[in-house]
């Protein structure tokens, strides 16, 4: 193990491992505090996951400890329009159990709803989810997941049987074809994308292909750029597959031996006509044929994908889609091939593995599912009958169900909602609407504003807990410092809130006994973490399955072909292109899509104040085509609106040559209520996973006339 170089003075010194906060990647650092200061900071040299690099984002992480607007005690409104208050834990726990147990009483159990977060750690997303599905009895359990990896958890699962990706990093350096479909690597998987390139250089072979309608840094990188009309991935994916099938390239031997639904699958591919299919996509046939040769000579074909094919209202299609190409080659379950999905968040993978979505229970048990119910209720000794029988509402529908009144409460933690969600008039009304809203941040947010509790949550180093990064590795993040004031991590607010409300099976001093209680739900399960002790975990890194205590942990899933479904064989599943819901009309001509910036973390709570990070991203701006601004009257760098059928972003205008015409792109990390992306996208969610179509929705654009932009700042 390499140590980190300490600093002269050793005293009062807490040096140790933590993962960063922020992207799927899962970034290790060495980290050394002293009095609640980071002293040193350095990528982890020893960490699979990096091996000592870091991005930008990671390497300013010191400041983070002491930024402005934090949280620091507790506080609470007397009544919904009360002006609210500084009070104790004790005062708060006590009068939000009241609350909240009022309401149960008042309305049943299917009026309250926790919404979380895939950056939340494992311990007390767990206890959430325990808390309300095993315990108040309400499903209404999701995340921002659901506006996130929703897609690809529904397409594996249909797929492959199970969620969670077959590959690992160590795949990159063994794989001479990387697709990169719907994913910005460079600005938002930084480290691995370094990894990847650092691979190219060394094989001149490797051929990276870009599938993507903007022109990102990652497309600047690749060897060949698709730029594709948004929203059509699945005719290409199709085109591939059609032009293998003529080329007699699909594996027979293993699409015999171990997959289903072949015969449907390639009955519609040669249904396909490849010039239509070009057609849809907005590029050459040439173009698709020459990314169909390189894909099917492939020795390893290796595929990352991300929102831009999870978030459509054809999400878990475009996904199965891509899948489908994996299962027609045999690209899977061997070194350097297989499906990919890189998870956004840095624990948006063990949120799934615990159930944090409203469909799920721990162990990726499905709540439909009677005996999956009676396996959780018998491990947390609640009656049978305690989890209710039905799904709970997805994200966004438990934001609509609010505004309707059917839903009164709502807990959020760890999520800007009032930022983060499509179509936010609506979530704004909403939360307006709900009788009780409870936020737990560890900074004054968009949605903290709005809240009747306000529950100060530690960050990062302030508290220990347990998080599985992109490529199903656990890592143990320890504490380096002490929250501020008042602040107390979140497994502990969950626990002792369940105890206000009147609740057993809660009562914790610390995380290493609700791990150990966790991990026992995922034995014999597909995820199965049973054998990453906490012993083993404070010594380093293992990747799931891991069934015992000597198992070294699983890089690779399915190197014997069996997958997780029950007969141990994948489907094909046929899919058909379709449109992105709203199309563009005489009203609204121009496309929208929204998407990421390399400096900032989604709605900016602690990038945006970190100056080297937040120079790089002054004002909210669209990015429009210097053709398609001549038409629309647009001026380089002025004000402008955007706006949909749902309401307006009023942002700065910036040209970009390079954008497909027709389509303009928006950054969604700025939440002011003028300004947000989210004001204008479309809540039309795909009907299978209930993730909402960020990437495309039908907007017009016009400039702010100078004397409105006096009005406003008036
Ligand atoms: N710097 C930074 N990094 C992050 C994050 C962050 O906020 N900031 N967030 C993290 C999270 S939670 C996530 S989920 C990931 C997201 O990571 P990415 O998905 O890579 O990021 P996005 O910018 O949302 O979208 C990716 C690309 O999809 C493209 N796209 C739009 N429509 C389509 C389409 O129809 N087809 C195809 N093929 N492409 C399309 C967009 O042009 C965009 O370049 O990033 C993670 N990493
Ligand atoms: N237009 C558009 N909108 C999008 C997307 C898009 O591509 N386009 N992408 C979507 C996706 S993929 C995602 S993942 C979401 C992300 O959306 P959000 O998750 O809502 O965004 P964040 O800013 O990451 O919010 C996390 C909050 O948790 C707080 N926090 C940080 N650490 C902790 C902690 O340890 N405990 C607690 N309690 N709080 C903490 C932060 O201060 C912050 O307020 O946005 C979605 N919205
Ligand atoms: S690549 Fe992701 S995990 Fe690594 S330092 Fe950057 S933001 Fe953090
Ligand atoms: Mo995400």
Redesign the pocket.
Known sequence: MTMMPIPADVSNLRVGKTMCP???VGCVLDVATRDNKVVELRGDPDAPSNRGLLCP?GALLSPVLDLPGRLLHPQFRAQRHAPILDATWDDTLNEMARRLNAIIEQYGPDSVALYGS?QLDTEAWYLGNKLFKGYIGSNHVDSNSRL?MASAVAAYRSTLGSDGPSTCYDDIDQSDCYLI?????A???PVLFQRMKGHRRMDPENVMIV????C?HTAQAAVIHVP?R????IAFFNAIARIALDHGAENRPFIAAHTMCFEEYGYMLRSLDLNELAEICGVSLELIERVATIIIRARGFLSFY????GQ?TVGTAKCQALIDIHLLLGQIGKPGAGPFS?T??PN?MGGRELGGLAHLLPGFRMIENANHRREVEDYWGVPEGSIHPRPGLPAVEIFEALDSGRLKAIWIVCNNPLVSLPNLPLARRALQKAELVIVQDCFETETTNVADFVLPAAQWIEKSGTMTNSERRVARNMQLAEPPAQAKADWWIFSRVAQAMGYAGFNFESIEPIWDEYRGLTKGRPCDQYGMTNERLSAGTLQWPCPDDNHPGTPRRYTDKVFATPDGLARFITCAHAEPQESVSAAFPLLL?T????????TMTRTGKISRLANQAAAPYVEVHPDDAKVHQIVEGTPVVVESVRGTARVVARFNHRLQKGTL?MPFHWGDPESAANNVTNDARDPLSKEPEF??CAVRLYPIMPSEVVEASA
Do not use: I, V
Not at 230 to 233: A, Q, W, Y
Not at 306 to 309: D, F, N, Q, S, V
């Open positions: 922020y992207c799927g984002k895939g996130c479909a719907g994913s910005n690597m600005d938002a998987h599938l993507d309608p903007r990102t594709l948004p929203g059509c991935d991300c929102m831009g094919l459509s890189l956004g968040q948006a899509t998407g990421r910036l390399a400096s900032q973390w989604h792109f990437k495309a």
